[in-house]
């Protein structure tokens, strides 16, 4: 799975001197473009920002707004969901029906769409009257 491949690959960029705890994040745009991204430590632990975050910011740089598919491992005992703030971050460019893949570098995955993973979701319609 090329999506997998990816966030294998930049998982190992992490920046994870404090917990160890590496992420890795793959985003395919709808455009079929690849994004990744992986979790950067701070010592001021809330400055941090998470793998699904990295990712997002780089499919926006690189001009994709839709995400497609998304895939997001790490080295757990079993499949690690994005955390709150991700999910509603990752909502924000993914339809209800994407498909979101959570993997275990020892082979494990666990997949999700976007509705199963942040179910009754603050969107856009939410906003219509603003």
């Known amino acids: 799975m090329p999506l997998l491949d990816a966030a294998k690959a930049v998982r190992e960029n ?3 001197p404090y917990s160890q705890f590496k992420v890795g994040a793959a985003i395919q745009a709808r455009s079929g473009a690849v994004y990744v991204g992986c979790n950067v430590e701070n010592v001021a632990y ?5 793998a699904e975050a990295g990712a997002i910011a780089a499919m926006i740089a690189g001009g994709d707004t839709e995400i497609a598919a998304v895939c997001v491992i790490a080295d757990a005992p079993e499949p690690v969901t994005p955390c709150g703030g991700c999910r509603q971050k990752l909502r924000e460019f993914a339809r209800r029906d994407v498909v979101i893949t959570m993997a275990t570098t020892d082979g494990q995955s666990r997949t999700m769409t976007m509705e199963q993973l942040l179910p009754g979701a603050f969107g856009r319609d939410h906003m ?3």
């Open 14 to 16: 992490a920046y994870v």
């Open 46 to 50: 809330p400055q941090g920002t998470c």
């Open 128 to 130: 219509s009257r603003a």
